[in-house]
């Protein structure tokens, strides 16, 4: 594999980050978009098996107009959108089969941070899907609703606020 910069071709050196520079550009001689069979291969490649991650880019436009650009430019773009709802959708115990639930001790999430400059960005690709990965980590599944969740997440909303912390603010909830 080969990458230009600057209009020249570069031969590849090494598969190291510190081999990369700034606007090298590399062409795949495949030259075709992921698939979820690409995403399959690369998840039993690094063993990333997670099924929750905090940088799969926001599906609904935020309240907030001024959030388009980080919003445009955070989450890896490898993933396929989804809404704060369908994060909330998450069961954890569910891959474990009937009866199982008992064994979890806890539960995690990923995030990769190829798209995160300063720690603004870090937050908001974490709240508010952080706060529903707690509720449904310490919430019995019955009483865990998005309904009752998004109600919530309006009343942490000003919390977050108060802290300064930046943080997506999705549409579908009416934050205070």
């Known amino acids: 594999m080969a990458t230009e910069h600057a209009g020249a071709a570069k031969v590849w050196e090494g598969r190291f980050y510190e081999d990369l520079d700034v606007g090298d550009v590399f ?57 704060v709802a369908e994060s909330f959708d998450w069961e954890p115990t569910e891959s474990l089969g009937p009866g199982r639930a008992t064994h979890v001790a806890g539960v995690e999430a990923a995030i990769w941070g190829e798209t995160i400059s300063d720690f603004d960005d870090l937050c908001f690709l974490l709240l508010p899907r952080l706060a529903g990965v ?43």
Not at 45 to 60: I, K, S
Not at 137 to 166: E, I, K, M, N, Y
Request: glycine content about 6%.
């Open 27 to 83: 062409r795949s001689r495949f030259g075709r978009t992921i698939t979820d069979t690409d995403n399959i291969w690369f998840t039993c490649l690094t063993m990333n098996t997670n099924p929750m991650h905090f940088d799969v880019p926001y599906a609904e436009p935020s309240a907030d107009p001024g959030q388009a650009e980080r919003q445009g430019r955070v989450g890896l773009q490898l993933y396929s959108p989804k809404t």
């Open 134 to 176: 707690a509720h449904k980590a310490w919430s019995d599944p019955q009483v865990a609703t998005w309904t009752d969740h998004r109600d919530r997440l309006a009343r942490h909303g000003r919390l977050w606020a108060q802290d300064g912390l930046t943080y997506f603010r999705t549409s579908t909830v009416h934050w205070l």
